[in-house]
């Protein structure tokens, strides 16, 4: 083979051209695997919670029997279910297993971030935003939680980034309309998430950004926006409809108490006080200093709208309609929360930089101390056994269950406070400690319903009939019950042997005709 050198030097500017693709794409992807692996750490230590056995057990269904729970309740998770179907098909149902789902979506998050930042910021504010999605609370949080807001969060990102760079572009109408309809079908994860794609074009709209208006005119910059945002909502019409029928499932909210100051200000991003105090400032230092930069002016807009607009809409229509406002909900504004408090950061390493060239690195190290050390211990904590929902034990009480009952002894549920904390989705979510136990109680499975759980009989209607010689009953702290039932068991013939108290479930060991121990 003979080369000549023509096709040597178009073969090097070839690689040249290849080797800036291949390092603007190193940079994100690297930042997003690393922020993934990080919080991916301990997923597997706290046990499963309510909100987490929801989605295991839709996960679980045939999807036909998926479908026809759909129709009836959490329709604004379905996508996410179908997700989740595949996923477990594919890698089990253990939280290991299930919660890698969302700790890849966070690394897809903190990519987004870092591809937001450059294209707003700067570089250096770029960097810093990816990494701090590895610490924020609710991102560290969500890393390793068998729930949609992960996968919501990061599509939120990527929308806002093919927003930017739409305007950036002077795209054609066509393109928005391609906009808008993603964005209607990402709405399918979690309809909250449209808040975000139509507050940036409702802000664009009253405010275009200068350089979009010279190549397409503030007229057909509008028209791009609005033919987008119809798009938007058709596309997501039929989940929006889904949603309103099925509007009493959050009725609950009404009684949760989350429209607070603490509600809406730590809760929702920072989860402890100390965090969402360091963060809000370092967001306001944020903000101040974009603003000081006519070139990051219309970014800083667009990423205070992106912070807040969300929540004024969520906290509106609570007060003024029906209830409506979780704090979890704002998970859809992630990005900004990461976005605002980098730019804050570099900003104030550059003045000082500029002021006091030699103290530079001791105001970064100083920087990052405050932050860890502030989220550091929110992180680690939720890595502990009963981090979720407040103490929830899920498994550790089915292996109460595991190590000491026997094949053919009965098992009974009492109610708990709430369907979301019943000690029976112990039974759902870890059913291999349960193995050749009887259930008595079961009236219909949860997958044979358009409801999310199973119909039970109470124990007081299963007790008389019960003939093991063994029954184990696990009651939740606060059941409502929990009197009635140990008394219905001790009249048919049941003496208390022995109670195991796991953290929130109390696991209590029946025998008929024996003596108390």
């Known amino acids: 083979m003979v080369i000549t050198e023509r096709g040597l030097v178009q073969g ?106 450059r294209m707003w910021f700067d570089r250096r504010t770029a960097i810093v935003a990816g990494v701090l999605v590895a610490v924020i609370p609710r991102a560290s949080a969500l890393a390793i939680e068998t729930r ?50 139509l507050a940036l074009s409702a802000v664009t709209f009253l405010a275009p950004r200068r350089g979009t208006v010279l190549r397409r005119g503030v007229r057909g910059l509008r028209g791009d926006l609005t033919a987008a945002a119809a798009a938007t909502l ?25 429209l607070s100051p603490r509600g809406v200000l730590v809760t929702p991003w920072f989860t402890h006080g100390a965090v969402a105090a360091v963060m809000w400032v370092l967001i306001a230092a944020g903000v101040a200093f974009a603003l000081r930069r006519p070139v990051e002016r219309a970014s800083a807009r667009l990423a205070v709208t992106w912070l807040l607009a969300p929540a004024a809409v969520l906290i509106a229509v609570d007060v003024i309609v029906a209830p409506t406002y979780n704090p979890r909900y704002l998970a859809v504004s992630l ?35 405050v932050v860890l050390g502030v989220a550091v211990p929110q992180y680690l904590h939720q890595r502990t056994p009963y981090a979720k929902d407040g103490g929830a034990d899920f498994r550790f009480a089915a292996q109460v269950i595991g190590q000491r009952a026997h094949l053919g002894d009965a098992v009974l549920f009492g109610d708990g406070p709430r369907p979301s904390r019943t000690s029976r989705l112990a039974f759902r ?16 499975s949860y997958d044979t319903r358009a409801g999310l759980w199973d119909e039970l009989a109470s124990v007081s209607a299963a007790a008389p ?19 009635a039932d140990l008394s219905a068991l001790r009249r048919a013939g049941y003496t208390l042997t022995a109670q195991h108290h796991v953290h929130r479930t109390t696991v209590y060991e029946f025998t008929k005709g024996a003596h108390h121990a």
């Open 12 to 117: 090097e500017q070839r690689r040249e051209r290849r080797w800036p693709a291949t390092r603007a794409v190193a940079l994100p992807a690297g930042i997003g695997i690393a922020v993934a692996l990080v919080d991916y750490i301990g997923a597997g230590i706290p046990s499963y919670w309510g909100d987490e056995a929801a989605s295991v057990m839709s996960g679980q269904r045939s999807l036909p029997s998926l479908l026809q729970e759909l129709s009836a309740v959490d329709a604004v998770h379905g996508l996410y279910y179908m997700l989740l179907h595949v996923w477990m098909w594919a890698f089990g149902t253990g939280e290991w297993a299930t919660r890698a789902l969302s700790a890849i979506a966070i690394g897809a998050l903190a990519a987004g971030v870092f591809t937001l930042g």
């Open 148 to 197: 949609g807001y992960a996968v919501t969060a990061a599509a939120v990102v990527w929308l806002t980034v093919l927003f930017s760079h739409l305007l950036r572009q002077g795209a054609p109408r066509r393109r928005w309309v391609l906009f808008g309809v993603l964005a209607g079908l990402c709405s399918w994860f979690f309809l909250y998430l449209l808040l975000v794609p």
């Open 234 to 258: 058709i596309a997501a019409l039929p989940i929006i409809t889904l949603a309103a029928f099925q509007r009493n499932q959050v009725s609950f909210l009404a009684h949760r108490g989350y």
């Open 335 to 369: 990005g900004a929360v990461a976005l605002l408090p980098a730019r804050g950061l570099t900003g104030i390493l550059s003045v000082v930089g500029r002021r006091m060239p030699g103290l530079a690195p001791v105001a970064a190290v100083v920087l990052a101390a």
């Open 429 to 444: 979510l870890y059913p291999e400690d349960f193995a050749g136990l009887q259930d008595p109680q079961l009236l219909a």
């Open 465 to 483: 009939s019960l003939r093991e010689s063994t029954v184990w009953l696990l009651e939740a702290k606060g059941a409502r019950t929990a009197s």
